[in-house]
T-cell receptor, first 112, second 115 residues
Framework: ELKVEQNPLFLSMQEGKNYTIYCNYS?????LYWYRQDPGKSLESLFV?????AVKQEGRLMASLDTKARLSTLHITAAVHDLSATYFC????????????FGTGTRLQVTL | DGGITQSPKYLFRKEGQNVTLSCEQN?????MYWYRQDPGQGLRLIYY???????QKGDIAEGYSVSREKKESFPLTVTSAQKNPTAFYLC??????????????FGPGTRLTVT
């Protein structure tokens, strides 16, 4: 059974600081997705990582994938309040069905 | 505007009643999915469909049923057999299931409360 673990589960950080969220998964996969969820809202797709060494960047967020270590990171640079949300990673280990297993999420709170 | 719609946004039901949640997409996506989210947790897959008239059970299918008679529509029925149905239900779709085509786009969700 595929397990996806994120840490930390909760992150409080000041504006302007940098931090990294980690996503570990338990079985071989080269398809990993990052999503953002605002309170009470749906999920917004952030990044799609489809190969070992993949790196994607959008604004202050950068995601990477190391399939050998079964690890993805979401790096936040110079955080701003608007980044406050819950971030989920999701892994597809089937290779064919796009059947995602989600992590429990990291709730990010950026304080002024 | 292309997108995924779910209705209703909020739904209240008495225990023992079946209830059907609607999911419609006009993105011409082949694949559709249903997830359940409980407070403070990630999403869990209930059912998914890769093509019209075909669907598969996800990780927590017990107490749920689906149909996929049209490409645009993938309704979810929460039956009285589902022991703890109160949750936030999210529908998603993707162009296909491989590579970049497997990227899933989510609807706004339906919050179901059963008392």
């Amino acid at each position: 059974e595929l397990k996806v673990e994120q840490n930390p589960l909760f992150l409080s950080m000041q504006e302007g600081k940098n931090y990294t969220i980690y996503c570990n998964y338990s079985t071989t996969s080269d398809r990993l997705y990052w999503y953002r969820q605002d309170p009470g809202k749906s999920l917004e797709s952030l990044f799609v990582l489809l190969s070992n060494g993949a790196v994607k960047q959008e604004g202050r967020l950068m995601a990477s994938l190391d399939t050998k270590a079964r690890l993805s990171t979401l790096h936040i640079t110079a955080a701003v309040h608007d980044l406050s949300a819950t971030y989920f990673c999701a892994v597809d280990a089937t290779g064919t069905a796009s059947k995602l297993t989600f992590g429990t999420g990291t709730r990010l709170q950026v304080t002024l | 505007d292309g997108g995924i719609t779910q209705s209703p946004k909020y739904l209240f039901r008495k225990e023992g009643q079946n209830v059907t949640l609607s999911c419609e997409q006009n993105l011409n996506h082949d694949a559709m999915y249903w997830y359940r989210q409980d407070p403070g947790q990630g999403l869990r897959l209930i059912y998914y469909s890769q093509i019209v008239n075909d669907f598969q059970k996800g990780d927590i299918a017990e107490g749920y049923s689906v149909s996929r008679e049209k490409k645009e529509s993938f309704p979810l029925t929460v039956t009285s057999a589902q022991k703890n149905p109160t949750a936030f239900y999210l529908c998603a779709s993707s162009i296909g299931t491989s590579g970049r085509r497997g990227e899933q786009y989510f609807g706004p969700g339906t919050r179901l409360t059963v008392t």
